[in-house]
């Protein structure tokens, strides 16, 4: 079963930058689309903010759009989300997963919490 390890987070003032990571298992990972989702406080339902192609085409939500970049490095099966002018409805536990998201497989997820 594929393993998602996400990592990066932590606590930042309105403003500032992130750069989460997250490492994926397995051998399939250079031929799938792959997402960061967040889960806010209140535990609604995930929300896709960015997405990127096997080559390397970044979607992202309207919410993050010209503030978070994503990048993948296939040869390290790891994706990234580089966060910049942080706003306090960003806090929200980060995961990444396969686009369509592989049920049952996710991650624990990285606390972002953006406060003064």
């Known amino acids: 079963q594929v393993q998602f390890v996400e990592s990066g987070g932590g606590l930042v003032q309105p403003g500032g930058s992130l750069r989460l990571s997250c490492v994926v298992s397995g051998n399939i990972f250079n031929s799938v689309t792959m997402g960061w989702y967040r889960q806010g406080p209140g535990g609604e339902q995930r929300e896709l903010v960015a997405t990127i192609t096997r080559f390397k085409s970044p979607v992202y939500a309207d919410s993050v759009k010209g503030r978070f970049i994503i990048s993948r490095d296939n040869a390290k099966n790891t994706v990234y989300l580089q966060m910049n002018s942080l706003k306090p409805d960003d806090t929200a536990v980060y995961y990444c997963?396969?686009?369509?998201?592989?049920?049952?497989?996710w991650g624990q997820g990285t606390q972002v919490t953006v406060s003064s």
């Open positions: 997963n396969y686009v369509p998201p592989a049920s049952g497989s």
